[in-house]
């Protein structure tokens, strides 16, 4: 079968979870893609612990644009279903403990000055969390 397809990688951010119909949008995107081509897709993690520890984050979590949400288990269905093979599941924490500290003691996001990473001396802190 002749490749049919144009690109080597498709890449989207915080997409899938506006798309209403998420198993067809990947296998449309699936056909854009070269054999052998690959997807690389970021989204919320609906078991991120602050979900459960946090009730104004939770709050802002949920917003109206997201027509879905998705764990790894989700995703990883969506994917299959699509037809798209050798997925892998990588957990990314984007934000320092600092993010997560500063909910709890703010109720509110760091939309001004977010971190991602905390002074060096404090990267083992980060380094498990």
């Not at 890449?11 to 052998?36: D, G």
């Not at 790894?72 to 093979?85: A, E, Q």
Request: charged share 20%; with cysteine.
């Amino acid at each position: 079968m002749p490749d049919i397809g144009t690109f080597d990688t498709i890449v989207f951010f915080h997409v899938l979870e506006h798309i209403s119909n998420p198993e067809l949008f990947l296998n449309n995107c699936k056909k854009l893609l070269k054999r052998n081509g690959c997807i690389i897709a970021e989204v919320p993690n609906y078991d991120n612990f602050q979900i459960r520890l946090n009730k104004f984050y939770r709050d802002f979590y949920w917003q109206r644009a997201h027509l879905s949400y998705f764990n790894p288990k989700s995703i990883t269905t969506v994917f299959k279903k699509s037809g798209l093979k050798n997925r892998k599941i990588i957990g990314i924490q984007q934000y320092s403990i600092e993010n997560m500290v500063s909910w709890k003691l703010t109720s509110k996001p760091q939309l001004d000055e977010p971190t991602y990473n905390l002074p060096k001396q404090y990267n083992w802190i980060e380094t498990h969390y």
